[in-house]
């Protein structure tokens, strides 16, 4: 499957990974061999802790599959309160499902939802990702929990998020119509706008947001325009 295989990926690749950032900490080098600075410097002793303590327990984790499906919506009854399973449509993944608590106004989010850099990324579908925001915010949510990142109490992330991938989209579609190659598009595509938003003058944010979302990002847009023409 395609998860065992990112699962294997990431074991493999865990302590190559950690060696490679402790050296550049080391050296106070960022990848581009740029001085490091205390964010970068903190960001990347806390990703050699993830990798080392992965690829340590990855052997021994117990991969638990579903024994349910959600097309829609599930509802479950906790005592009396309600929790409602949602698929609200395609976003980081095809499959993302958010948890929704009505009474109470929750909505755990999950990868659709990551502060401080939306993970866009390779695996998504940027139009539909919009779509199911769009849906999100029509829950009226008064707590958002991300998948990553500290609980939220207003939308505003989320809607600079919203705002992220509705350039994404439109931009990409507009080089496809043009009949441009994804290189081509990659060129055109101007997010500079939304990296200001949500990356600010980090470094290391600004470089999480050509990771996921300038490079997989455009080409997710770019394949998903393709397919709709």
């Known amino acids: 499957s395609v998860g065992a295989r990112n699962r294997e990926q990431a074991k493999e690749g865990a302590p190559g990974l950690a060696a490679r950032l402790r050296e550049l900490v080391e050296r106070g080098k960022d990848f581009e061999g740029g001085a490091l600075d205390d964010e970068e410097r903190a960001g990347y002793r806390t990703t050699i802790a993830l990798a080392e303590r992965y690829a340590a327990e990855a ?5 638990l599959p579903p024994t349910r499906t959600v097309d829609d919506r599930l509802t479950l009854r906790l005592g009396r309160r309600a929790v409602e399973v ?9 499959a993302d499902l958010v948890v929704h608590l009505p009474e109470e106004g929750v909505v755990i989010a999950g990868d659709l939802v990551v502060w401080p850099v939306p993970l866009v990324g390779s695996t998504s579908y940027p139009a539909a990702y919009a779509a199911s925001l769009e849906r999100l915010l029509a829950l009226r ?16 992330h989320v809607r600079a998020t919203l705002r992220l991938l509705r350039s994404l989209v439109a931009q990409t579609r507009a080089a496809v119509a043009r009949g441009e190659t994804l290189e081509e598009a990659r060129r ?4 500079e706008p939304s990296r200001r938003e949500i990356a600010g003058g980090s470094a290391l944010r600004s470089f999480v947001f ?4 300038t490079g997989p990002g455009v080409a997710a847009a770019y394949r998903e325009a393709k397919a709709g023409r």
């Open 188 to 191: 055109r595509v101007d997010l």
């Open 59 to 63: 052997d021994s984790l117990e991969v």
């Open 86 to 94: 949602l698929h609200l449509g395609g976003g980081h993944t095809r």
């Open 141 to 156: 949510p008064r707590v958002i929990v991300p998948g990553h990142g500290p609980v939220m109490r207003d939308d505003a």
């Open 210 to 213: 050509q990771s996921y979302v």
